[in-house]
């Protein structure tokens, strides 16, 4: 355990939804038992961080730091924490890896419960929060709260990874890389020689067909409405890219077609529930995968003919890709510095810290993939 004190430093802080977030000086209070402080180097933007920003998130709670897709140091470490020390670099994650609950223990599925409860309020495992700014309490973020110089998260909710990473390009598997790069080689499981469709070509879409194409797919269709993601996704390995503008015919009709009765694996990356009826009805019958990635807005529902299902089409979901993550993401970054998988290519733009609503500003208009933040 070290000796450890307030620190106060910047955050950028979320007041209220819909509002653009606030630099401020908070304090961040010593980690408690089982829980790590850590300084942030480098933090990128999400669209989950706009989708909370914006209210409609129905477990968004104001004011809150945001920000999930962050790596940084350890500063210090509360009573009981043993696999990471002062010093380690490390990346927070949002959904952690206690290894002892029934979620943990299953190998079937990433989605450790240990904590989600006070996570889902804003709140440490013990019900409080570490964050205050003049005289209030903040909320944290998805346990991670990256948009700050400082931040405490729950001892199994940080991976130590190789200390010789690049911080402002491995931030990115905290979150967007990793969750569709999964989505393919884990819960699509995509097969040498199939071929795929993948609907959005933001971050996460761009790595689902990097995921497709090192898993062997032959062909990879990219389905966006913005022509200009069209050379980036090639760049990553798809081998066509269409935009369902161009059609009279419903884009799922129009994918059935190119592919002699549909594709083998198509993946959601947006979070619209339209379009993730297409994608499933875009899969081939007898044995079409189609994997939802995109979250939807809290409230909608997902519709299709059963007969879809019936003749052999499966429809799953999957929430980071499906790694666990005390035990994958210093993999990823393994695979990542062996260049078995690209990230660089995804930082489309790098600001410093206080240019955070500039970086906001970027993702809402299509401008870029990842903008990464230097604090």
């Known amino acids: 355990m070290t000796v450890c004190l307030v620190i106060k430093c910047k955050a950028a802080v979320a007041w209220e939804a819909g509002k653009p977030l606030s630099l401020e000086e908070v304090e961040v209070a010593p980690p408690k038992a089982h829980e790590v402080r850590i300084k942030i180097v480098a933090t990128a933007v999400c669209h989950t961080d706009a989708y909370t920003l914006s209210g409609a998130d129905p477990e968004g709670c104001f004011p809150v730091i945001l920000g999930h897709e962050g790596a940084g140091i350890v500063e210090s470490v509360g009573e009981g924490v043993t696999k990471v020390k002062p010093g380690d670099t490390v990346i927070p994650l949002y959904i952690p890896q206690c290894g002892e609950c029934k979620f943990c223990k299953n190998p079937k599925t990433n989605l450790c419960q240990k904590i989600r409860i006070t996570q889902g309020k804003g709140l440490m495992p013990d019900g409080t929060s570490r964050f205050t700014c003049k005289g209030k309490q903040i909320y944290h973020f998805m346990g991670t709260s990256t948009f700050s110089e400082y931040t405490v998260v729950a001892d199994i909710s940080v991976a130590k990874i190789d200390a010789a990473a690049p911080l402002d390009k491995v931030c990115l598997l905290g979150c967007g890389i990793s969750t569709g790069y999964g989505a393919a080689v884990n819960t699509a499981k995509v097969e040498p020689g199939s071929t795929c469709a993948v609907f959005g070509l933001g971050g996460v879409g761009l790595a689902v067909i990097m995921g497709c194409k090192i898993a062997g797919a032959s062909r990879i269709i990219g389905i966006d409405l913005n022509k200009d993601k069209y050379a980036k996704a090639k760049e990553f390995g798809a081998t066509e890219c269409i935009s369902p503008q161009d059609f009279k015919k419903p884009i799922q009709e129009v994918l059935v077609e190119m592919t002699d009765g549909g594709v083998d694996y198509s993946f959601e990356c947006i979070g619209n529930v339209g379009v993730m009826r297409a994608a499933l009805e875009a899969c081939h019958k007898g044995w079409g995968v189609s994997v939802i990635v995109g979250v939807?807005?809290?409230?909608?529902?997902?519709?299709?003919?059963?007969?879809?299902?019936?003749?052999?089409?499966t429809w799953k979901g999957t929430a980071?890709?499906?790694?666990?993550?005390?035990?994958?993401?210093?993999?990823?970054?393994?695979?990542?510095?062996?260049?078995?998988?690209?990230?660089?290519?995804?930082?489309?733009?790098?600001?410093?810290?206080?240019?955070?609503?500039?970086?906001?500003?970027?993702?809402?208009?299509?401008?870029?993939?990842?903008?990464?933040?230097?604090?």
């Open 320 to 375: 980071f890709g499906g790694w666990k993550s005390v035990d994958n993401v210093p993999k990823l970054v393994t695979d990542y510095m062996s260049k078995k998988i690209k990230v660089d290519e995804f930082v489309t733009h790098t600001l410093p810290f206080d240019k955070i609503n500039e970086a906001f500003e970027l993702m809402h208009t299509g401008k870029s993939i990842r903008t990464v933040l230097k604090l």
């Open 296 to 313: 939807a807005a809290a409230g909608q529902e997902i519709a299709t003919r059963p007969f879809q299902l019936v003749t052999g089409r």
